[in-house]
C-alpha cells in the first residue's frame, strides 16, 4: 500500500508497502504469453486484410453499382436502358442512383483500424475492457459484413469478406484463450489473493 504523508521541508514522501513493491515488480516481469502475441498478429493482420477489401471495393466500384442495380428493379430498368453512368450521376434529383459504396468503406476503414490500432496497445498491456471492446467491435464487423454478402455483391467481394469475417473468427477464439486470460488476470491480483493492511 502506498501512503503519501505531508513534509514540511520537502513537500510529499512516498512510503511503499513492501508486500505491494513486489506485486509490482511481479507484473512488470511477466512475460507476454505467444497466445497474446498471436491475437495482437491477428489484430494487425485484419486490419490490413481489410485495407485490401476497401481497395478492391475502390477499383470495383462499378461492379458493386451493378450488383446493386440487379436487386432493385427501377435500377434495373435505367441501367438496361441508359447505363451506369445515369445511375451514378443521374440527370435529375426525382430518379433513382445508386448509394454511395466507397466513401462508407473507406471512412469506416479509417475508424475501425484507428480504434482497432489504440485498443491492441492496451490488450498487449492486459487491459480487459480492450479485450472486452475489441471483441464487440469486431464481431458488430462481422455481422455486417454477412449482410453486406447477403445483398449480392460481386464475387471477389464476396470471397474476401468472407475471409475476414474467418480472420476475425480466428481473432475471437485466440483474444479469449486461458493463456490470455490468465495473462489479463493473473493470480496474483485476483481479489482477497493477499491480506491487506
Not at 484463450?177 to 490468465?182: Q, S, V, Y
Amino acid at each position: 500500500m502506498t501512503m503519501t504523508t505531508p513534509d514540511e521541508n520537502e513537500g510529499v514522501v512516498v512510503r511503499e508497502d513492501p508486500e505491494d513493491a513486489i506485486e509490482v515488480a511481479a507484473l512488470a516481469a511477466e512475460p507476454v504469453p505467444r497466445e497474446m502475441t498471436w491475437a495482437v498478429r491477428l489484430i494487425i493482420g485484419l486490419i490490413a486484410f481489410s485495407a485490401v477489401v476497401v481497395l478492391v471495393m475502390v477499383l470495383r466500384s462499378d461492379d458493386l453499382v451493378r450488383a446493386w442495380a440487379e436487386g432493385n428493379p427501377s435500377a434495373k430498368r435505367i441501367l438496361e436502358t441508359e447505363g451506369l453512368d445515369a445511375l451514378i450521376n443521374p440527370p435529375t434529383e426525382n430518379r433513382v442512383s445508386a448509394p454511395a459504396f466507397v466513401a462508407p468503406a473507406i471512412t469506416l476503414f479509417g475508424v475501425m483500424a484507428s480504434m482497432l490500432g489504440v485498443l491492441t496497445v492496451f490488450l498487449r498491456n492486459g487491459f480487459e475492457w480492450a479485450r472486452i471492446v475489441i471483441t464487440f467491435l469486431v464481431f458488430i464487423a462481422a455481422v455486417a459484413s454477412v449482410g453486406g454478402i447477403l445483398t449480392g455483391p460481386p464475387v471477389i467481394i464476396s470471397v474476401l469478406t468472407t475471409i475476414a469475417i474467418v480472420l476475425v473468427a480466428a481473432l475471437l477464439v485466440v483474444m479469449w484463450l486461458p493463456a490470455n486470460t490468465r495473462y489479463i488476470h493473473p493470480p496474483h491480483r485476483i481479489r482477497g489473493s493477499h491480506s491487506e493492511a
